[in-house]
């Protein structure tokens, strides 16, 4: 009966258009009053309480350096770096998104940010070029979600956050599926591009002007670097890290490239503050309900449903990412991880499974959502710019879907992808 109060407010609060942070704290509400233990202060101690986590603090710096790269013009100099690399082959504006896009979620950890930055330049160029409209804009927001997977990703934050795992790892359990997911992405849009003549091949370009941009973009470059070393070294905790590159992006924009202007660093305070505020509140309303997720047993309750699947882990991994995926396709990612891990955690821990394996598919799966209709957020980023409708692009997206459903697949079947290099990297 809990399980259907909790669901029964939270899908209600949200069909009536709800927030969703508000429909958390109503859900939460709804159990309070089943249970008979109805508190404000509880529930006033426990909305501050998680916003008050050192851990979350990693979230508005990230988000702040999303905003000085873009404006400080290092996101240029990165797509120009990619376009001087493989711009010349067939195909090889698709091939400079998926580089870029890699290079991108070293940068800001938010697949949004990524797909809106890149498709700007990238998605009037491709179409310009003769490419395939529904494929070329297809491929933004399928390469954008890789900003999800490596480090340092946002929704690993969250999920390290909500179920206690350790952030770092999840970090360095993302670098190698990540990768996988660029590669595959490249493989499918080669196949799809190989015998395409219509397309307008560019120039290519001279040692010099390869030279020239790799100087140009070198300092873009050092981040993703300077982060993955110092989490891997212990020099400094994600949170710390944020704020490194926050420092970072800040210097390069003002001092280096010299495209940000100190009169415009209001703007993107303002800009960073007003997103941090939407992810924190949600963090907040989803502590309410955990705590009484927790209180009314509903792990319990989902590990009887699904208890004869415990035994095999394999088959629970099945089980568990068809039902993340559907629940992807309606919701979005952040309500998602914060809705879902403090029911699931408790059934992937009685199964034995490594908790950090889980967070790392758990993390892709919900990021595939973010590209599947009908809710798909970054979808629509894409749908926005290349001023197209959902339906046509979901047409052009199936190759690229289908390699993220195999990537993921590759990881369930085989955990030592993740398990063997997260071991290396944090000893």
Excluded at 4 to 12: E, W, Y
Excluded at 111 to 121: E, K, M, P, Q, Y
Excluded at 186 to 205: Q, S, Y
Excluded at 221 to 247: D, M, N, Q, S
Aim: hydrophobic content about 60%.
């Amino acid at each position: 009966m809990t399980l259907v109060i909790f669901l029964g407010a939270l899908f209600s609060g949200m069909a009536l258009g709800m927030p969703i942070a508000f429909a958390l704290l109503l859900s939460g509400i709804c159990l309070m009053f089943y249970l008979d233990i109805f508190s404000t202060q509880i529930i006033a101690q426990n909305v501050i309480q998680a916003a008050n986590d050192f851990s979350l603090m990693a979230i508005p710096f990230f988000i702040l350096a999303g905003e000085l790269m873009n404006a400080g013009g290092i996101s240029k100099r990165i797509v120009t770096f990619a376009m001087t690399l493989v711009g010349h082959v067939r195909g090889g504006l698709g091939y400079v998104t998926i580089i870029a896009s890699v290079l991108f979620a070293g940068l800001s950890g938010s697949a949004v940010a990524d797909t809106a930055a890149l498709g700007a330049i990238l998605i009037p160029m491709m179409i310009k070029a003769g490419y395939d409209k529904k494929r070329a804009i297809a491929l933004v927001p399928s390469s954008g979600i890789i900003a999800c997977i490596i480090p340092p990703s946002i929704p690993m934050i969250i999920f390290g956050v909500t179920s206690g795992v350790s952030i770092t790892q999840l970090f360095m359990a993302g670098i190698v599926p990540g990768i996988m997911m660029a590669g595959g992405l490249a493989i499918a849009w080669w196949l799809i591009t190989r015998k395409d003549t219509n397309i307008e091949v560019l120039p290519k370009r001279t040692k010099k002007e390869v030279l020239s941009a790799t100087k140009q973009a070198i300092w873009a470059l050092l981040l993703p670097v300077i982060l993955i070393c110092g989490l891997r070294f212990g020099v400094f905790t994600p949170t710390e890290g944020g704020a490194v590159a926050a420092f970072y992006a800040l210097f390069v924009g003002v001092f280096v490239y010299r495209e940000l202007e100190i009169k415009n660093l209001y703007e993107l305070l303002k800009n960073s503050a007003r997103t941090t505020s939407i992810v924190m509140f949600l963090a907040s309303g989803s502590l309410v309900a955990a705590w009484l997720i927790a209180l009314a047993n509903i792990p319990g309750t989902i590990t009887d449903l699904i208890g004869p699947l415990v035994e095999n882990k394999l088959l629970l991994l099945i089980v568990i990412n068809i039902l993340v995926l559907l629940v992807g396709t309606a919701m979005d990612l952040l309500p998602t991880v914060l809705i879902l891990t403090p029911v699931l955690m408790p059934v992937v821990t009685a199964a034995g499974i490594d908790p950090v394996y889980f967070g790392l598919l758990f993390v892709i799966n919900i990021s595939i959502g973010l590209i599947t209709p009908p809710v798909g957020s970054v979808l629509n980023v894409a749908c926005g710019i290349g001023k197209i409708n959902m339906e046509d692009i979901t047409k052009g997206l199936m190759p690229f879907f289908l390699v993220q459903i195999i990537v993921l697949l590759l990881l369930i079947l085989f955990p030592q992808i993740v398990t063997i290099p997260v071991e290396w990297m944090t000893d």
